[in-house]
């Protein structure tokens, strides 16, 4: 049996076939970071295990459902360029027929 893959299609590794290993890992030291963070700043282990699963809960959605099948770091690259080149996407060519009808 034969498969044809399009010239574009990009074949990503993933962790239980829904989360990529470069999110995972960025996910991973996240999660270390807050949770050193929460340790150095509250002594009781209970309000600990609220506060991380507060704070790193939504982050972890995030990456798991991302937002139209992309991941969270693509998705943040994008929103950055966005931000750099704002007027790159909202540019419209005017042509005769707009200022025509403008008028």
Request: charged share 20%; proline share 2%.
């Amino acid at each position: 049996m034969k498969f044809i893959f399009p010239k574009n299609y990009k074949l990503n590794r993933k962790i239980l076939g829904f989360l990529d290993y470069r999110t995972a890992i960025i996910d991973l030291c996240l999660g270390v970071f807050l949770l050193l963070i929460i340790r150095a700043i509250i002594s009781n282990l209970s309000t600990q295990i609220y506060v991380f699963i507060i704070l790193f809960l939504p982050v972890l959605l995030f990456s798991i459902l991302g937002t139209g099948g992309e991941n969270i770091i693509d998705f943040t690259i994008y929103i950055i360029k966005f931000f750099k080149n704002r007027k790159v996407y909202f540019y419209e060519k005017k042509t005769d027929w707009n200022l025509n009808i403008k008028k």
